[in-house]
């Protein structure tokens, strides 16, 4: 295994130390692993919370900050987060007006959230709303998760729903912000290398040279088939095409993101949604924004995702609202 | 080879293809293979100029916007853009004021760019200055390169350099400061891995799982030395050492990047960056501002370099001037 560590069992918490030493305008709460804004969250701002294994970054920790989350629980590599930390990051960023648990639907995260929501209701009456991401079509049960998992639409609802906080929305009215951009989001992913979790040591899963797994996981879980490597327009037809058979986003305004998995570099990226343009402007997909580069990522996974969102005026509006974080920064 | 590519020698031609779609903003020629900001450059602003080859992206295209380069010159991968590419970037860019070419050190783009220069000057009367970046401390000579590589400071140059640009400063105040902010700093990086060019369809260097390579050029060029794998606290102490006996950071803020190389996550960097900053408090090293990411890679190569660069209050006072391209953006 070769990575930038030194103990494999302590990747996470020297990370913090990083991210603690670059970004001076966050708090780091070293012991409960839980990475803030600098500042209190403003009275009457419903606060926003994400979280889950780490391995993923920027996601969650990068997108802390004016117009995102409030705060992000981070586990261990490709582990849940534990309630304490959850109910903590609760208690420390409710002004009052509620949080809002962002939760990728992998079973340990949404276990481990929806006790944390009960006990910071029970013990300091804080009312808690919860939204769960799961927008892969790849598959409808996997290793971890009982439905489809939570991926890439996470990124663009922190955005967009942490637009809608800033602005002073009610906790029902940001809740139900949330479902609504979930349900309007399909992501599918690819990967054409394994990852490597530093405390196994080895690749996640063995893929052979001249295989990928289409649909794969971003803890390298299952796809839905290994098919011969292929070309990057190939690659892209058996992306785009689940998603689009799954959700009619014509007739309207989209966000799309090209996600890389951490291992792939940005030149391919770029030319991979070059490749997912085409085909979106061949079936009459708008795209008003876009992102590309590393944003949900597994490791050093080499492989791609892409997501789309159907949007409208009012997620626009949100989507190009300032915001100051580590992953995503414009309009400040 | 496992990469998200079509035709290996289309790779260039291709990833254009999607920052033109990505970047409505900018303006691709991709004839020239040139990124251009989407504006003209404004009457009385210094036109600045950077590239060379591709697969460090973000650098240069990503830095093209306002407050950095006005224009990229794109390369083949690993190889120096042509000087008909630079003439004509240059003369597109050029509003009266003069164009500045910055230059890494190696030996074809340091050529292309002067016959550009000349070319332009003596056929269309351009005032042109340049400078060549020299700030890689790990050896003198190399396999592409007289004297020292040009590596990470190139981006802090971009940086300053275009803000000091876009107040108006004149070509001659433009040019000198970029050569200062070059002297200013120093670079040196490692790799865990190889990177594999696509046209070659092989790694560019073997290195056994069990070493590392410590001074690597972001072509795979030979370092210093190979030796054992080592963990991240004695990576970065390898480092670390090599810049601070070469010039003294000490008495004033600097600036810090730790940048990827490409292949490694970003929880790899935050947790090297941890470790440059305990060696950088220890030796006295104030750091007044970092950067913790991709910024100029080795295509798929896993590895990093630390970039210090002594500042002042003038280079602070650029450095935080609003910035607007892919690859870094602030103040807008």
New interface residues.
Partial sequence: M??????PSN??A?????????HPELTVDHFNRIIYRGEKTRAGKVGLISGGG??H??LHG?FVGLGMLDAACAGE?FTSPTPDQMQEATKVVDSGAGVLHIVKNYTGDVMNFEMAAELAEAESGIKVESVVTNDDVAVEDSTWTAGRRGVGVTVLLEKIVGAAAEEGRDLTSVADLARRVNAAGRSMGMA??SCTVPSAGKPTFDLP?DM?EMGVGIHGEPGRHRVP?A???E?ARQLVEPILADLDFTGGPNIVM?NGM??????????????V?KLLDAAGVEVAR?L?G?YI?S??M???SVTLLKADDEILTLWDAPVNTAGL????
């Fill in positions: 070769k990575k930038l560590i030194n103990d990747v996470l020297e990370s913090l130390v990083g991210v603690a030493a670059a780490s391995g970054e920027p990068g590599v054409l290398t040279d990928m490597l070309g990057a327009a690659i090209l951490g291992g792939s570099p940005l030149i391919e990226l770029y030319l991979m949604y070059g490749e343009k876009n590309v590393n990522t490791l050093d080499a492989g791609c920064r414009w309009g400040v």
